[in-house]
């Protein structure tokens, strides 16, 4: 559920029912913005704390397939080995004079 300051310089949401409830206590019903907006809340209460599971479900699903794909590990490629048959191609002739 996103909210914003009072200025509309900033935005936050509530991310968890014990949030949701808390905003509940907070508003006065005798404002009768804060009470309008208390009876949107009750009246979707059970909608929005149903999302609010199935984003936290998302979220964690999320983060684990993320850690599952950082830990594949690739494997690592040897040094290519030197071919015996190629070994005349290191030969060095000692006795031949500049």
Known sequence: ?????????????????????????????????????????????????????KRSKDLANRIALEEAVQRRSTRVRALPRENPANAFLNYVNKWKED
Not at 25 to 37: D, H
Request: aromatic share 12%.
């Open 1 to 53: 559920m996103f909210v914003e300051s009072s200025d509309s310089k900033q935005w936050g949401y509530y991310c968890c029912k014990e949030e949701i409830d808390l905003l509940m206590g907070s508003l006065n019903p005798k404002g009768e913005r804060e009470r309008a907006l208390q009876k949107q809340v009750e009246r979707f209460y059970s909608r929005i704390c149903m999302e609010l599971q």
